[in-house]
């Protein structure tokens, strides 16, 4: 097994992954470094540096005498009055002057030289929307002003954190009540409260700094809010759970503009939804308070294999991953390209323990494979942050650098286009279903893509602590599969459209070539436009439920999208 420093080590000894090398096809992790040397204009609603404190610093003035939804909880009222007279007419451009001075925060509006950067998704397939307004919220005060002014004015409005919604719905034709200044993580003892605009890659660092963890996933732009309020699978899932399952309580301003506390014992309904219940559904959530884990020793291991012994090591890894000891977690991509040659397949995954047992549970999927890994690669992380920084893509940069270079002066990441669909699978995948999967992979080289694109897809291990939470116990009901899978597909930013579409069928139609094989679920993070059977797949039985706490406190559904509960 190579260490660090030899194989994977670059020219100045810094650690890179196996499949680094630009002849291969990027997996789904490694994009963003690819999207990164490619060089485009990486450009993203600015976010900004905040201090924890003032992020989650409540403009509350007082607490209101418990009424609406459930008595006893905690509710109060911030800023602008709720009960505005709604307007016939739409606002003016003297109601949207007003708006702005009556934030603490920003409002751009189109015309404006910050407005082209500010309506900007991550993915710039998005850059064809074109919002009314976005309000750079500073409190919860600033939200309730903005959901007073939708209210009034019948203007639709959505909640956005980092941007990376894969349906682009964090934006809106009218008003993008954007989160972003309320970012920070304030740890105290075991508890971290964090703004709910913080992206994952300061989440990890804030936490690092006092030696704690939180799961979450790995796309270190990727904000706190859309990630937790869907689940939020990572790389220490299976130790410690779903980035949601770690919430304890969270402060949110619902539609009728109050900031309530939401937690087991203060609106427990609106608790419960927020923990997979999606992002953009029940109100604009400013702040989560998370339980933390202690850091302890981490391994990051990368492992490749020929194609040829691709079915093998699939055969291997799903016999293998789901039902290792919590402290192993893995994941399986298969990626090719448009046009090009012979496709990868790697297994990557941490384990929190000692090199010994790695290896010793390493060496059982080896056994299972039938062969050694070509390209062995383990890694005792200096640190968490250093292993966060190796999973988010940006083993040679620094936190500042691993941003966009709107999120940070210093940052170095780029936007980047991709098309996502999910499934989860609860049973192995049979011989039969494994040469499909094959087959769907290599497909993709005889598909006349755009130049640079790539495909593929990525198996995430799941059970351990993610399977011992029940299905009903919170939002997130998909807690019976194995593993979960992405299939995705990605371009270089200004491709030929036309080459672009054929990937985008291709991903299409190897997900269906897969239908036979999933459990028909799919994971609300990867919101997917083209699933018609979305309530089923995302939520299954607790789509009813999600339904009553909608009504209950959105009952003029102020926050909707397609796809929205
Ligand atoms: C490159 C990439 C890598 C990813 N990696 C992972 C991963 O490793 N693990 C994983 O689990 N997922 C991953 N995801 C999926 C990710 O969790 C979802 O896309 C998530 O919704 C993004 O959150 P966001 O805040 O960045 O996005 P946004 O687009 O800002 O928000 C997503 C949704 O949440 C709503 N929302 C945003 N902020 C708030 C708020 N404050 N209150 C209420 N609603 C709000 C929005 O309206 C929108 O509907 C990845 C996605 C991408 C694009």
Not at 201 to 207: E, T
Not at 295 to 309: G, N
Request: aromatic fraction near 10%; glycine fraction near 12%.
């Amino acid at each position: 097994m190579a260490q660090a420093g030899s194989e994977g080590g670059d020219s100045q000894g810094r650690w890179t992954r196996p499949w680094e090398s630009p002849s291969r096809p990027p997996g789904r992790r490694a994009f963003l470094r690819f999207a990164a040397a490619a060089g485009g204009a990486g450009l993203l609603a600015s976010c900004s540096r905040s201090s924890g404190s003032s992020a989650v610093s409540e403009a509350a003035s007082r607490t209101a005498s418990p009424a609406g939804p459930q008595a006893g909880s905690t509710v109060r009222a911030v800023g602008a009055s709720s009960s505005s007279p709604p307007s016939s007419a739409p606002p003016s451009s003297a109601d949207w002057t007003a708006l702005g001075h009556d934030l603490s925060g920003t409002l751009v509006r189109p015309g404006e030289a910050a407005y082209n950067v500010a309506k900007r998704q991550f993915d710039p397939r998005f850059d064809t929307l074109h919002p009314a307004g976005i309000a750079y919220c500073r409190d919860p005060h600033d939200v309730s002003t903005c959901l007073a002014f939708v209210r009034k004015y019948g203007v639709p409005v959505a909640a956005r954190s980092g941007g990376h919604s894969y349906a682009g719905w964090s934006s809106s034709s009218g008003l993008i009540v954007d989160v972003t200044r309320m970012a920070g993580v304030n740890v105290s003892g075991t508890a971290a409260t964090v703004g709910a605009g913080t992206h994952l890659i300061d989440f990890y660092n804030g936490l690092s700094a006092h030696g704690r963890v939180v799961p979450g996933g790995s796309c270190p732009t990727v904000g706190i809010a859309g990630l937790t309020l869907g689940g939020g699978v990572g790389v220490v899932s299976r130790a410690f759970g779903l980035t949601s399952d770690n919430v304890t309580s969270l402060q949110i301003v619902t539609a009728d503009g109050l900031l309530r506390t939401c937690s087991a014992s203060s609106n427990p309904d609106l608790f419960w939804a927020c923990r997979g219940g999606g992002g953009g559904n029940f109100g604009v959530v400013t702040s989560f308070t998370f339980a933390t884990h202690p850091a302890s020793e981490i391994i990051l291991f990368f492992l490749s294999w020929p194609w040829s012994r691709a079915a093998r090591v699939i055969s291997a890894w799903q016999s293998w991953a789901p039902h290792a000891p919590d402290e192993l977690w893995s994941n399986l991509h298969l990626a090719a390209a448009p046009g090009g040659s012979i496709p990868s397949i790697q297994v990557g995954g941490t384990y929190l323990g000692s090199v010994t047992a790695a290896s010793r549970l390493l060496e059982k999927l080896y056994a299972a494979a039938g062969s050694d890994p070509s390209s062995p690669f383990l890694e005792v992380s200096p640190s968490w942050l250093h292993a966060m920084l190796v999973e988010a893509g940006c083993a040679s940069l620094t936190v500042n650098e691993c941003h966009l270079p709107t999120q940070n002066p210093a940052g170095q990441l780029s936007r980047a286009s991709e098309y996502a669909k999910s499934d989860f699978f609860t049973k192995p995948l049979s011989s039969q279903g494994i040469g499909t999967l094959l087959s769907g992979v290599e497909s993709l080289q005889r598909v006349s893509g755009a130049p640079g694109g790539a495909g593929g897809i990525a198996f995430d291990a799941l059970g351990g602590a993610v399977n011992r939470i029940g299905p009903g116990a919170t939002a997130f009901v998909h807690r019976d599969a194995l593993f979960q899978a992405q299939y995705t597909t990605t371009w270089p930013v200004g491709s030929a459209s036309a080459g672009v579409a054929r990937q985008h069928a291709w991903q299409q139609s190897f997900w269906q070539s897969m239908r036979p094989y999933a459990s028909g679920q799919a994971y609300q993070n990867y919101i997917d436009p083209a699933l018609t059977s979305w309530r089923q797949a995302y939520y299954g039985a607790n789509f009813s439920r999600l339904t009553q706490v909608k009504g209950t406190y959105d009952p003029d559904r102020l926050f909707t999208f397609p796809q929205a509960i």
